[in-house]
């Protein structure tokens, strides 16, 4: 009955190129997704960079008084956000003291402020690894946190002299990434937005 | 059931469809109470630190502190939007849990309803033309005769043991012969030795499949140059690791006048394996004549990294401290093809060249191209001008 076979081929044919197209464009759909589009997605841009760096005022982690943040603008500030509990602020914590030690001369200041962790343990942290040229605050109510968008811990912050957000550091800061980029930043050139490794969430 | 009311029924049952989908997407009431606001707002922002899981929903403490500081901004009045604004221009969009409906996200919210369309259009497509109203290929109206002869043989059957009466079944006697002409009459066409039949549906088949490819072939396209202008927009380039994202503010530039050479020193020293710094202080030594300082530092910035500028400078310390003319030489065009754009590698060179080597018209481009440059300090250009006109006498 070769009227079967006529009737029949066209649409049978015609199911085998939906079929085709469909995979093919799951196929592409897979593909183009699985370069996740030329990003890492772990890497959030932070859309405060070159926005001015929020004014805060913050109470010292081991003394009486805040720091209002505002206050240093004209200088070059670092501000890094840790906790006793993330051990990638521990990795880092050395590098942070050397490059706070060897910076004081150019103006460069170097905060700490302790997000999501009781004082204590913080003041414990730095008993353990020492305090450098650092200034320590509280990040009462996770405020500090937000206003920076911190995603996890640790993450730096670069602020140049004019109180502009101008780069930051996801993950442990290696000590020689963070001398060289306060170095680029004590002479003037443009920085971004680095990630070293992963960071860290709280539970 | 009647090919009409099965119709209708999958109407019926698509609208329904439709239906509570729409119901679904479009907002009820505004939430009235300060708490439902504040679990509504926060149900749609995601926690940072929470495995992508709502402020609404995250456990942490970060989640509750974030929570009580969106209870506080709908306390002290703020709109919906200006709560979802204050938390993107912190986290970026990736804080809200529904994609926007702009950019990228409008596709996430687009595409879906489109294939929705797409599918409700093929399967009434199919409906139409399918075999509901009539069969359309030969195998399926020769199924459709066999029918209608069976019904007809059954008929006298039905006559004999009383199941009808004889004027239903001459009514239905002269529908299922009209249907059996009709039917046949059809076989008959698709059974045409010219295959006009067959070889029209054949045609109409390889032209939707034509159709059906180059629709397929302009949306792919059109997929893949939207996905590539994307990718290019994220410009790549910056800082060390890569992965850089944005970095369009000019950094205020700290004076280093107050900061002594010693006190660069001591950073350097910290910090041998960190450039920046050190040349820094390099250039400095340079201008300021301390050419032997300045000949260490560069080495050592060359020893970590092809840097133009220490070649450059290398090459001219090296033309001014030694005979090695050639070297010098190597090491100024070394620079250039590093770094093209520096003027005073192009100053070196015109002058290595005229007095080094002897090589007057070799001179000449480079100078040109040193004059080239706007900011070429006064001094510098005038002792430049009467350098090429010496050249091109020479020459």
Same mark, same amino acid.
């Given at each position: 009955?070769?009227? *079967? *076979? ?149 993450? @730096? ?38 990630? @070293? ?7 | ?14 609208? &329904? ?33 929470? +495995? ?5 929903? /995250?456990? %942490? %403490? ?18 919906? /939007? ?7 221009? $912190? ?29 409700? =259009?093929?399967?009434?497509? $199919? ?14 109206? %020769? !199924? &459709? ?5 069976? #019904?007809?043989? #059954? ?14 079944? $001459? ?75 944005? %970095?369009?503010?000019? =950094? ?21 394996? +960190? ?8 250039? $400095? ?23 133009? !500028? ?13 005979? !090695?003319?050639?070297? =010098? ?9 590093? !770094? ?9 060179? /015109? +002058? ?5 080597? #002897? ?34 006498? /020479?020459?």
């Amino acid at each position: 009955m070769s009227d *079967v *076979v006529v009737g029949h081929r066209p649409s049978s044919r015609y199911g085998v190129w939906v079929f085709a197209a469909v995979a093919l464009v799951a196929v592409v759909l897979g593909i183009v997704f699985s370069t996740r589009f030329g990003q890492d997605p772990d890497l959030v841009a932070s859309p405060l960079i070159g926005q001015p760096a929020p004014d805060l005022e913050l109470p010292f982690l081991e003394s009486e008084g805040t720091l209002d943040l505002g206050d240093l603008r004209g200088d070059i500030t670092v501000v890094n956000f840790w906790a006793s509990w993330c051990t990638g602020c521990r990795i880092e914590h050395a590098g942070l003291l050397r490059a706070a030690e060897a910076f004081t001369d150019f103006d460069v200041r170097f905060v700490g402020i302790l997000h999501q962790d009781q004082p204590g343990r913080g003041i414990r942290f730095l008993d353990e690894l020492g305090r450098g040229e650092f200034l320590y605050v509280e990040d009462v109510g996770s405020r500090a946190g937000l206003e920076y968008g911190v995603l996890g811990l640790p993450e @730096t912050f670069f602020i140049d002299a004019d109180g502009i957000i101008v780069g930051k550091i996801s993950g442990p800061a290696p000590a020689d990434l963070l001398v060289a980029t306060v170095q680029r930043l004590i002479l003037g050139e443009a920085i971004g937005t680095i990630k @070293t490794g992963e960071v860290e969430n709280r539970e | 059931m009647t090919p009409t009311a099965r119709r209708m029924l999958s109407f019926g049952v698509m609208a &329904a469809f439709l239906a509570v989908i729409v119901i679904a997407l479009v907002p009820g009431d505004g939430p009235q109470t300060v708490d439902d606001r504040v679990r509504e707002i926060a149900s749609n922002i995601k926690c940072p630190a929470c +495995n992508g899981a709502s402020i609404a929903d /995250a456990q %942490s %403490s970060v989640a509750r502190d974030l929570l009580g500081v969106i209870r506080d901004q709908v306390e002290a009045g703020l709109s919906d /939007a200006d709560i979802y604004d204050y938390f993107v221009a $912190r986290y970026s969009e990736a804080a809200l849990l529904s994609p926007p409906g702009r950019g990228w996200g409008l596709w996430l919210w687009v595409l879906p309803l489109a294939a929705l369309a797409l599918g409700v =259009a093929v399967v009434l497509g $199919r409906r139409r033309g399918g075999p509901g109203t009539a069969p359309s290929s030969a195998h399926a109206v %020769s !199924e &459709a005769l066999d029918a209608v002869t069976r #019904d007809l043989a #059954d008929l006298d059957d039905q006559l004999r043991v009383g199941e009808l009466d004889e004027s239903t079944v $001459r009514r239905l006697r002269a529908t299922y012969e009209a249907e059996a002409a009709a039917l046949e009459a059809r076989l008959g066409d698709a059974d045409a030795p010219s295959g006009e039949s067959a070889g029209a549906t054949t045609a109409r088949s390889n032209r939707r499949v034509v159709a059906g490819a180059a629709v397929l072939g302009v949306a792919m396209i059109a997929v893949g140059l939207s996905v590539g202008l994307a990718i290019r927009d994220r410009e790549p380039g910056g800082p060390i690791t890569g992965d850089v994202v944005q %970095s369009a503010a000019a =950094a205020g530039v700290v004076s280093l006048e107050d900061v002594t050479n010693e006190e660069m020193e001591a950073v350097v020293a910290q910090f041998p394996d +960190n450039v920046p710094m050190r040349r820094a202080l390099a250039r $400095r030594y340079f201008f300021a004549g301390s050419l032997d300082r300045a000949f260490d530092h560069y080495m050592a910035v060359l020893d970590r990294e092809r840097d133009a !500028e220490a070649l450059a400078n290398v090459g001219w310390i090296t033309y001014l401290g030694s005979d !090695e003319v050639e070297i =010098a030489l190597s090491l100024v065009e070394q620079s250039l093809a590093v !770094e093209p754009e520096n003027p005073m590698a192009y100053w070196f060179l /015109a +002058n290595i060249r005229l007095d080094g080597l #002897d090589d007057p018209a070799g001179a000449i481009a480079p100078l040109e191209r040193f004059l080239a440059y706007p900011d070429v300090p006064d001094e510098l250009r005038r002792e430049a001008e009467s350098l090429l006109s010496r050249a091109e006498q /020479a020459a």
